[in-house]
């Protein structure tokens, strides 16, 4: 059973940072991805990016295209989310959550990921 604990959300000022961690474990291969998705009171969950955990190939959606970065330590079994530029429509709570990915194909569709963090609350407010 894959478990993913989320940290570093908070509450930052338009225009700031935040660095958001997720700790796996469980993981019984190489042959997953994890993505960190987000979703915002009233609103439905978006995909926002990905990563492979064997090539550290990684997607991301639209609106974080420049703004946020995805990366692994997989010596630490933990993907991070860098986010800059954040804007006050980034608010939202952020999971991330894995699924399983023999051929290296990546998404951001969250009927694809089979297990999920609680999630850790992003504001963006001045």
């Known amino acids: 059973q894959v478990q993913l604990v989320e940290s570093g959300g908070g509450l930052v000022q338009p225009g700031g940072s935040l660095r958001l961690s997720c700790v796996v474990s469980?993981?019984?291969?190489?042959?997953?991805?994890i993505g960190w998705f987000r979703q915002d009171l009233g609103k439905e969950r978006e995909g926002v990016s990905t990563i492979h955990w064997r090539d550290g190939t990684t997607f991301y959606a639209d609106p974080v295209v420049n703004r946020f970065a995805i990366s692994r330590d997989n010596a630490n079994n933990t993907v991070y989310l860098q986010m800059d530029s954040l804007k006050p429509e980034d608010t939202a709570v952020y999971y991330c959550?894995?699924?399983?990915?023999?051929?290296?194909?990546?998404?951001?569709?969250?009927?694809?990921?089979?297990?999920w963090g609680q999630g850790t609350q992003v504001i963006v407010s001045s």
């Open positions: 469980g993981l019984t291969s190489d042959h997953y991805a």
């Open positions: 959550a894995s699924r399983s990915s023999v051929w290296g194909d990546l998404s951001l569709m969250a009927a694809e990921y089979s297990s």
